[in-house]
């Protein structure tokens, strides 16, 4: 026996007995009897109340999990300093009066 809800979880019910249909055999959810080769058993003939952890995605599939990528990396993040050059003012030209000759 093992802890075999440290590689799967139960979605879509509420944890508790589980009758299978076919082999008339009986889940119970909320126990830590079960093994963990039984409860991959039933995960690998697509029972849709288990799902994997990422230990188990880990153990059973070798899958490592990723680490979060964020949606947008800022400059700060990046590790790269940005350098603004403050901008002189520009002087106007003199505007030249005079017309000129047509």
């Given at each position: 026996?093992?802890?075999?809800?440290?590689?799967?979880?139960?979605?879509?019910?509420?944890?508790?007995?589980?009758?299978?249909?076919?082999?008339?055999?009986?889940i119970?959810?909320?126990?830590?009897?079960?093994?963990?080769?039984?409860?991959?058993?039933?995960?690998?003939s697509?029972l849709?109340?288990?799902?994997?952890?990422?230990a188990?995605?880990?153990?059973f599939?070798?899958?490592k999990?990723?680490?979060?990528?964020?949606?947008e990396?800022?400059?700060?993040?990046?590790?790269?300093?940005?350098?603004?050059?403050?901008?002189?003012?520009?002087k106007?030209?003199?505007?030249?009066?005079?017309?000129?000759?047509?």
């Amino acid at each position: 026996m093992g802890n075999w809800k440290r590689y799967f979880k139960v979605t879509n019910r509420a944890p508790g007995k589980l009758v299978l249909s076919g082999s008339k055999k009986v889940i119970d959810f909320k126990s830590d009897n079960n093994t963990v080769e039984t409860m991959l058993e039933l995960f690998e003939s697509s029972l849709p109340y288990l799902e994997l952890t990422e230990a188990g995605k880990a153990k059973f599939y070798g899958i490592k999990p990723q680490a979060a990528v964020p949606d947008e990396i800022t400059e700060e993040q990046s590790g790269r300093i940005l350098l603004q050059k403050k901008k002189k003012p520009r002087k106007k030209k003199a505007e030249n009066k005079s017309e000129s000759p047509e």
